[in-house]
């Protein structure tokens, strides 16, 4: 025991081996609770079946549907997902305990954001298989286009559903303050209809969003196929949302819970 | 591998404060645990223990004072730290959808020199229930996989805060049995109780805090002083009165009054020696003075 530095030196595992690992792991859990998974994955689905079905006949609606619940569930697995988890982890003291750990916590979020990214992926293309065979919505029509709206999509709602998290007082009040923020934005950023044809006021509200702007980005990789220089408007208000979420995110973390 | 302070110190806390605002919640504790050794820390509510523990473990940040765990400083939670220290927290979640052994092979995979996950399955009572998951288990088998949790690193210290509170008597022994084991492996163990007689029976030195302050130290058997452990000699008088007195020298005074008692031909009921448990002492030391209402 007198030396133990010199027999752990050679067994420390790397940050992203360790990040890999909690990735694993979150997959395992994931899995591990049927219904949040259900949740999770199902409702975008549903969602999207439902208003299909409806509107099935109108190729005009269908292509403003298909985008927009590709955005809702980008949000919905990032955004929801991180500040609805990591208000129930720290309360439940599962980050202290990692905390108290040698994981670091880089890897850990990073192990957390990964398990985010994995649902969004998923979600993304179960939309797009049911949008190609049950509607006949064609491909998208820009697949790099597409990745990159993705990449900047996740990371922006993941960021502030970390920052969000800090807001949030307790874990019995995380459903509530949650869905006060997620659904009135998917409502508003025009995820059941073309935010063009709604009243002026909230077209205005709507254009500070982020969410309209990744669902401008889906829609434009998704259906119109108009190129990413078209975008660059989009991307930016998304990326100015992800600094300001970053920024708070890591300023407002907590590993313990609020008021000790 | 930075070792500052002597070898067989594992804490070493010097005039140790903290502060929040205006409330002083530490105010100058001093005091030190000896590698191999358990040591207990025994207070009232809101006298500092679990605010200095938590400084010890790194989850806190001291106002001011010395502190050194294994010879490097907890502020900041050096990783070299963090892969000797086992902790054991209050109240903290299992992932509830994870077998015993997932939890323990995961964590496990945090330390570069690992306990075997089997071997320490045993040590804390575990067997058979390695693959059931967390949510299955009972409060107290909880509590085992707690302390499984904190001891898979293979730790050269553990902290152990009120480790067996909701504890029937039996799991209380047999946790008793695992913190004598860990003992004996060479673990230095930091103890918070509110058990006195866990306290007792476990450590081998004991600190009493109070607002925020060391007021004893020593072995449970000293600790508070001589005077504090003077032999109380009590028994019920021909009038079925109670009477105490506290002595040095128990054998002369029992003689004086078993000897007054035999030739008044009467016989002392209820006559008893006794010594101050941790108890008595804890509580005559800690107890609030008087309030001025």
């Given at each position: ?260 | ?203 081998d030195r004991v ?9 004893a130290e020593g072995t449970p058997q000293d600790i508070g002083g001589a005077?504090a452990h ?45 010594r101050?448990?941790l108890?008595?002492i ?12």
């Amino acid at each position: 025991m007198s030396n133990f530095a010199q027999q752990q030196a050679p067994h420390r595992r790397s940050a992203v081996t360790l990040a890999w690992r909690q990735y694993r792991l979150e997959r395992k859990l994931f899995w591990r609770n049927p219904s949040a998974a259900f949740f999770n994955l199902m409702l975008p689905l549903l969602l999207l079946l439902l208003f299909g079905a409806v509107f099935a006949g109108n190729k005009k609606y269908v292509d403003v549907i298909v985008p927009g619940i590709a955005g809702m569930g980008v949000m919905a697995s990032t955004f929801s997902a991180l500040a609805f988890n990591l208000t129930f982890l720290r309360e439940q003291g599962v980050l202290k305990r990692v905390r108290g750990t040698p994981m670091p916590p880089a890897s850990y979020l990073s192990g957390l954001l990964a398990n985010a990214v994995t649902n969004a992926v998923i979600q993304i293309t179960v939309v797009i298989l049911v949008a190609r065979f049950g509607f006949g919505v064609g491909w998208p029509k820009n697949w790099i286009e597409l990745g990159i709206f993705l990449a900047v999509g996740v990371a922006t709602f993941g960021a502030l559903g970390v920052a969000f998290s800090h807001a949030i007082p307790n874990f019995d009040a995380a459903p509530a303050y949650v869905n006060a923020i997620f659904l009135p934005v998917i409502f508003i950023s025009g995820v059941f209809y073309d935010t063009q044809t709604a009243p002026a006021f909230l077209k205005e509200i709507a254009q500070i969003l982020p969410l309209t702007h990744l669902i401008d980005g889906l829609s434009a990789a998704m259906v119109s196929g108009k190129a990413i220089s078209t975008q660059l408007g989009s991307l930016a208000v998304l990326l100015a949302w992800g600094a300001v979420g970053g920024v708070l995110a890591v300023r407002g973390f907590s590993w313990d819970e609020r008021g000790n | 591998m930075p070792t500052v302070s002597s070898s067989d110190t594992a804490i070493e806390v010097i005039d140790l404060h903290k502060s929040y605002g205006e409330t002083e919640a530490v105010a100058g504790l001093s005091f030190e645990v000896r590698r191999g050794e358990v040591f207990g820390l025994l207070g009232p509510n809101g006298a500092g223990k679990t605010t200095t523990v938590e400084i010890l473990e790194g989850y806190r940040a001291r106002t001011s004072g010395r502190v050194t765990v294994l010879g490097l400083d907890p502020e900041g939670r050096p990783r070299d730290l963090r892969e000797r220290v086992g902790i054991v927290l209050q109240n903290s979640a299992l992932y509830a959808n994870l077998t015993v052994h997932e939890a323990l092979s995961h964590f496990a995979s945090l330390y570069p020199a690992p306990r075997n996950v089997d071997e320490t399955i045993a040590l804390v009572g575990l067997q058979g229930k390695e693959d059931g998951r967390s949510r299955t288990l009972s409060g107290g088998q909880r509590r085992r996989l707690d302390l499984a949790l904190a001891l898979i690193g293979d730790p050269d210290l553990v902290f152990l805060d009120e480790p067996t509170t909701g504890f029937d008597p039996q799991a209380r022994r047999a946790a008793w049995e695992t913190i004598r084991s860990l003992r004996s492996l060479g673990t230095t163990i930091v103890l918070t109780t509110h058990y006195l007689d866990e306290a007792q029976e476990l450590a081998d030195r004991v600190a009493i805090i109070k607002d925020g302050r060391v007021v004893a130290e020593g072995t449970p058997q000293d600790i508070g002083g001589a005077t504090a452990h003077q032999a109380r000699v009590s028994w019920t008088d021909e009038y079925g009165a109670k009477q105490e007195i506290e002595t040095d020298m128990p054998t002369k005074l029992l003689h004086e009054i078993t000897g007054t008692a035999l030739a008044a031909g009467r016989e002392l009921t209820g006559l008893k020696v006794s010594r101050p448990s941790l108890e008595d002492i804890y509580l005559d030391l800690t107890m609030e003075e008087p309030g001025d209402e």
